[in-house]
């Protein structure tokens, strides 16, 4: 058993170098804030982000802004968002009787149709939370218990997928993927004495609807991780 952990640990260790990340398709990217949904394309999902279509607040999450080596070693701060001073979070967390807020910050989620939405992305000893910053409403929420595994590249990219048996998955990318990766585990452990499976593959399924599955696919290139979602 310790064996194990200190191998998975090691893993989560090599996630700390951000590089480059080039998603690849025909069709240029789509930040669409609109919740409406729509109808994904068969094959690869048609993504490429670049200077020309990544907004400054989004170009981080991407991987294009080179890190100092002294920000790989930072410490993990959990809030980055100060939610204490945000009316609205601690009223949402408060409805449902959460009081500890154990990461908090923006970071971009993948809808079933291919679009990346800015949201932000809260953790507490309970559940995640998944709010629309621009309209402070609450999209989703998880319960940590909900939450059967995460699964991640063995690459240095942004992504992580949250896999929920019971509802559908989640596809996000965060340049703070192993500070979330390790609070999850950590809360999940601290909660019910259960420790979270944490699969690392350079290519993983996830639900993206309850009626559709997506690949990720993982490649390690020239100055980065290509990375590619497909339709099943």
Do not use: W
Request: glycine content about 4%; proline content about 3%.
């Amino acid at each position: 058993m310790a064996q194990k952990s200190e191998a998975r640990l090691a893993k989560i260790d090599r996630l700390r170098s951000i590089r480059r990340v080039q998603i690849e398709d025909s069709k240029p990217a789509r930040f669409d804030d609109d919740e409406e949904e729509e109808e994904g394309s068969h094959g690869s999902i048609k993504l490429r982000p670049s200077e020309k279509n990544v907004t400054e607040d989004q170009e981080p999450f991407m991987g294009f802004k080179v890190r100092r080596k002294a920000s790989l070693h930072r410490d993990y701060k959990g809030d980055y968002l100060d939610v204490p001073s945000n009316s609205f979070l601690m009223k949402l967390i408060g409805k449902q009787g959460d009081r500890h807020v154990l990461f908090a910050d923006k970071a971009l989620k993948f809808t079933s149709s291919g679009k990346m939405k800015r949201r932000i992305l809260l953790i507490t000893d309970f559940a995640i939370y998944i709010i629309d910053p621009e309209t402070d409403t609450l999209k989703r929420r998880i319960a940590l218990a909900a939450v059967e595994r995460l699964c991640l590249s063995e690459l240095s990219d942004n992504f992580f997928a949250i896999i929920v048996p019971t509802e559908y998955d989640l596809l996000m990318a965060s340049t703070r993927k192993t500070e979330i990766v390790t609070l999850l585990v950590d809360a999940t452990k601290s909660m019910s004495d259960y420790e979270l499976e944490v699969v690392f593959s350079n290519s993983f399924e996830y639900n993206a609807a309850a009626d559709l599955v997506k690949e990720v696919q993982f490649e390690e290139v020239e100055g980065g991780v290509k990375t590619r979602i497909l339709r099943k």
